[in-house]
């Protein structure tokens, strides 16, 4: 099933055994890629797609400017990540970011719970307008 211009959770459009199936699927595929899903807040617009895959040694930034490019922003904005309701650093490599989400979230190659790294973006004013 293919969505488009949604801003619905990721989570809440598909089961939790869809989401551990298409998560094992992709890592077995592209093992050395880091399955993630973005969700964004209303303020920010809506992207073409939410899920991603993303190279494990690129940083956080690098995926930021590949996402920012699909919204209409002000230049006065400022796009936040977070990961968890954590900021994420922009230097922050993809894979080290990746394995402290598997880390904290408690997900093992078992596949009790879905692998995709869940990343929400969010926009603010940074000059005040």
Known sequence: MTLFNT????????????RIAESNRIIAKYP???????????????????????PSEVSASHLLHSVRKQFETKKSDAI???????????????????????????????????????IEMNVESVFGN
Not at 32 to 54: T, W
Request: aromatic letters at 14%.
């Open 7 to 18: 801003n619905k959770k990721y989570k809440d459009l598909f089961s939790k055994e869809e």
């Open 32 to 54: 050395d890629y880091i399955p993630v899903i973005i969700d964004c807040s209303d303020k920010i617009g809506k992207l073409r797609k939410q899920k991603f895959l993303v």
């Open 80 to 118: 936040f990540m977070f990961c968890d309701n954590m900021l994420i650093c922009p230097t922050t490599m993809m894979k080290v970011l990746y394995t402290d989400y598997k880390i904290r979230n408690k997900i093992t190659e078992s596949g009790e719970t879905d692998k995709f790294l869940y």
